[in-house]
């Protein structure tokens, strides 16, 4: 990556003022004569050079070369936030299990990558109640997605508070700032657990700025809770409440915890052992 040309950094500068003949210069690039033109600064007449068409083309390209290097470098920190746990690591629409209640969820969560270029502007609180798969649905999301290229940052939310607090430690190396702008770059956000941190006027006062610096660059944020939107106010606050209220579509995942069903049905084999084993 090379520096940026410090003679490409203004567009026109001035060159002198008084003069009797029409100075001009040589493109650096063409080699063209480019004629510097005359013009009023606050009642003093002034020779202005122009750039050539062609050095400041060259310049745009060198500062959009320069700022994807700047993404990248901060994409690459982005992965040290991202944290799809092991568990979560192979989730996929193929492996998540459609029970009643939530094929509405899984039907959007699918458009949604599917649409993402298209629609990628929405964002969606997809809450129910625990355990009933929201978080595999957003892992789902998060690794198709990252899989066409996009950047996609998961995290749960108690995480990422204790991450953020941990900068406070001196000897922490990523800075609250750093984490923020990470959170506010990436395409998209995927928050997990929405409501389930403890509440602190710090917590409200970091949760809103994660969600309004995402509002503000009209970038999406896909949140999964426990709680109901009717309950997230208190939860939140009104500040961060408004902004989701304005940006979130909510969806909800009908479907009863499967963590509670699958222990339902264990208990009800060891039952049935234990009754056929009774008269033994
Ligand atoms: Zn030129």
């Not at 003679?7 to 003022?17: D, L, M, N, S």
């Not at 901060?74 to 092991?86: H, K, N, P, T, Y």
């Not at 939107?229 to 209220?245: A, C």
Request: charged share 30%; glycine share 4%.
């Amino acid at each position: 990556m090379k520096p940026i040309q410090g003679a490409f950094k203004q567009i026109a500068e001035i060159v002198g003022q008084n003069m009797t003949t029409s100075p001009y210069k040589l493109c650096s690039i063409c080699n063209q004569q480019v004629p510097a033109m005359e013009i009023d600064v606050l009642g003093t007449k002034r020779w202005v050079q122009p750039k050539c068409k062609c050095e400041v083309e060259a310049f745009d390209a060198e500062q959009k070369e320069f700022q994807n290097y700047q993404r990248e470098r901060e994409v690459r920190e982005l992965f040290a936030i991202s944290q799809v746990g092991d568990r979560y690591l192979q989730a996929d629409f193929s492996n998540f299990e459609v029970r009643a209640g939530s094929e509405n969820a899984y039907k959007i969560a699918q458009y949604y990558v599917d649409k993402f270029e298209t629609f990628g502007r929405e964002s969606i609180l997809l809450w129910g109640d625990p355990g009933n798969g929201k978080t595999h649905l957003a892992a789902a999301i998060h690794n198709a997605m990252r899989e066409k290229g996009l950047v996609v940052v998961f995290v749960s939310m108690p995480d990422l508070l204790s991450k953020i607090k941990a900068t406070f430690n001196r000897n922490n190396k990523e800075s609250e700032e750093q984490i923020l702008k990470a959170l506010s770059i990436c395409d998209l956000l995927i928050i997990d657990d929405l409501g389930a941190e403890k509440t602190s006027d710090w917590v409200e006062e970091t949760i809103f700025k994660i969600i309004d610096n995402r509002y503000r660059r009209n970038k999406p944020i896909l949140a999964t809770s426990n709680m109901s939107p009717k309950d997230l106010p208190e939860q939140l606050g009104k500040r961060s409440n408004d902004r989701i209220v304005e940006m979130m579509q909510p969806i909800e995942n009908k479907a009863t915890s499967y963590r509670r069903e699958h222990a339902k049905e264990r208990f009800g084999q060891f039952k049935a052992f234990l009754q056929e084993n009774e008269g033994a």
